[in-house]
């Protein structure tokens, strides 16, 4: 059996996310362990990439959270000032996953405490009864509720909240202790072990991972400057022991040995390796999870579908009757439609169909279409593309092809203004609980993170500036570092400075370990899932600056859940264009239709 690696956060940020996920798992491989657990402190931002290379490297994912609890209620309409601990929660099997997505969903849209960036996303204990089914806990480190009382000295009180937490969670429940080299861990350690032994409590011996290893101390330190806005030489700022890197079993044996005895540490070593085997694997991927169209009794969604897209039809091609139509449309339709029900997307269509209409029917301007979805003679009768597939020869097979299996993808362009009207409709229509827009993380490029670092190491931004400009820009990214120091590097002035200048090199370094790293978060421009089911046990759910819901987990992640993203594009060209259709309408009292004119 491997050791096991429980207490990993995804990377070098305060800003807990996915960057490092690949980082993680490596070094997990070459340490020999057979399982990684991802506790990010109060999100799950890098789950679906922790599962997907888990499972490139053959290594089991342990999805969890190291969530904040409090005594009182997040209920409770005038908080007072309750101490937050920390409390490290993992998913056993799928039940477990739907209660901790719903546990942090919870803790982000009703638990929020505190202010500004010393906020919060917190639970409460009566939250961790109802959705305890399913999943391990563990006391976590300092900052948890039993080794604050003992750090206090109320020993007794230590030992009531762990006989709580064993009453609730059983044997799922464990003990940590922990050494990153302070006093306080060590006396918190040797009264673990006491309750532990007193109340057949199990002990797991556990390590911040707050960086990949020891070589990166340095430059995590610098990171958390770079997001606390301090400088590398300010006294006064947080700062780690530099302990809290990812840590083998053989170093994890010898952690503790000045102060616990070797069979106590053995036997806490080898119990992570217990909560692995209680580790179900369960899938999370390959199932669709289409909303549902609402349908009146007699219908269906395939028949629904191919009526609207008959009458659709006949109105593009101003017929009466399909006996007018050329038999190439009707040959292309009745494929298109017996392609869409086979592959089990009608509903998809209708859901697409129904939010236009809404749009159009409120004069919000359209665009006529973009991509693949063009080719399909289905869209252009359902009006949620205005272009001839079958006059212009575009293939329906790039947009939807039985021999590829994935999910369609209609992206649509709305006037920017009133784009927002488009989500609320949809929102309403399915219910706020199935509605989400998509998170987005904003990473740390080569220029960027280059004078962030400079401006840590206090370095003046004029210099900073003058060497982030020989970094070329192609196609709007930037060269990354690596390639700007290379052999063939396409600033041979950077490289030379990198070579011959000692301080420029330590500056460059550093930020070399600390690019690709999320610094920020925003909202995805155009991205909103839609669900069959609720949001908050599928995905876990969070707000933005501005108060919106949107998800944890990125496009890419949410796509792979078999969940449907909609692209909701907001463009200004259609605001500008109706606007002057408006105005020549003032002016000259022509009503000018944009779809009507020729192509």
Request: aromatic residues 8%; proline residues 3%.
């Amino acid at each position: 059996m491997g050791f096991v690696s429980l207490h990993n956060h995804s990377d070098y940020s305060l800003l807990d996310g996915a960057s490092q996920i690949s980082k993680i798992v490596d070094r997990a491989c070459d340490l020999g362990m057979e399982s990684i657990a991802l506790t990010d402190h109060g999100v799950m931002y890098g789950v679906l990439d922790l599962v997907k290379k888990c499972r490139e490297k053959g290594i089991k994912p342990i999805i969890g959270n190291e969530m904040y609890v409090i005594n009182g209620s997040i209920d409770d309409p005038q908080p007072k000032k309750e101490k937050r601990y920390h409390l490290v929660v993992l998913a056993k099997n799928h039940i477990g996953y739907k209660n901790l997505v719903k546990l942090t969903t919870i803790s982000h849209l009703n638990g929020m405490r505190g202010r500004g960036i010393f906020s919060r996303p917190c639970i409460d204990k009566f939250l961790l009864n109802k959705y305890k089914d399913g999943l391990i806990v563990s006391t976590a480190c300092l900052g948890g509720e039993i080794p604050q009382a003992i750090l206090k000295g109320r020993l007794d009180v230590a030992e009531d909240i762990a006989l709580w937490y064993k009453k609730l969670f059983a044997d799922d429940f464990y003990l940590e202790i922990q050494d990153h080299g302070s006093i306080e861990d060590r006396i918190v350690n040797v009264e673990l072990l006491k309750i532990g032994k007193k109340h057949q409590i199990k002990v797991i011996a556990t390590n911040d991972a707050h960086y990949i290893s020891n070589m990166d101390v340095e430059s995590h330190d610098a990171l958390l400057c770079v997001l606390t806005g301090k400088l590398i030489s300010d006294e006064k700022r947080l700062r780690y022991t530099g302990t809290e890197y990812i840590k083998g079993e053989n170093e994890m044996l010898e952690l503790f040995k000045d102060h616990i005895d070797n069979e106590s540490i053995k036997e806490a070593v080898n119990n992570t390796v217990e909560i692995s085997e209680k580790i179900e694997i369960f899938e999370l991927f390959g199932t669709y999870r289409m909303p549902k169209f609402p349908l009146k009794k007699d219908k269906d969604s395939f028949s629904l579908l191919s009526q609207l897209s008959y009458e659709g039809l006949l109105k593009r091609l101003k017929k009466n009757d399909l006996t007018e139509v050329d038999e190439n449309y009707k040959k292309r339709l009745s494929s298109e439609l017996k392609i869409i029900k086979d592959m089990g997307f009608p509903d998809y269509f209708l859901v697409v169909w129904d939010y236009i209409k809404f749009a159009r029917d409120n004069y919000i301007p359209v665009g006529p279409g973009r991509g693949s979805a063009a080719g399909s003679l289905v869209a252009y009768a359902l009006q949620i593309t205005n272009i001839d597939p079958v006059e212009h020869g575009l293939l329906f097979e790039r947009f939807l092809n039985p021999a590829r299996k994935s999910m369609p993808d209609i992206d649509t362009d709305f006037c920017i203004d009133r784009r927002n009207e488009v989500i609320d409709y949809v929102t309403n229509r399915y219910g706020e609980d199935k509605v989400a827009q998509i998170i987005t993380f904003n990473k740390m490029t080569s220029k960027a993170v280059l004078k962030d670092v400079a401006r840590v190491l206090d370095i003046p931004y004029g210099e900073a500036d003058k060497l982030a400009k020989l970094i070329p820009v192609v196609r709007g990214k930037p060269y990354k570092l690596n390639e700007m120091i290379d052999k063939n590097s396409p600033s041979q002035e950077f490289r030379d400075k990198y070579i011959n200048d000692n301080r420029v090199k330590k500056w460059v370094d550093l930020a070399l370990r600390i690019e690709g790293t999320n610094k920020t978060y925003g909202v995805h421009a155009a991205g909103v899932v839609i669900a069959s089911d609720p949001l908050d046990e599928l995905v876990p759910l969070q707000r933005n600056n501005e108060g919106q819901i949107i998800t944890q987990y990125s496009m890419d992640d949410i796509e792979s859940l078999g969940l449907l993203k909609m692209d909701f594009l907001g463009l200004k060209n259609l605001t500008m264009i109706e606007k002057t259709v408006s105005l020549i309408n003032q002016s000259t009292g022509k009503k000018i239709n944009i779809d009507e004119l020729p192509q």
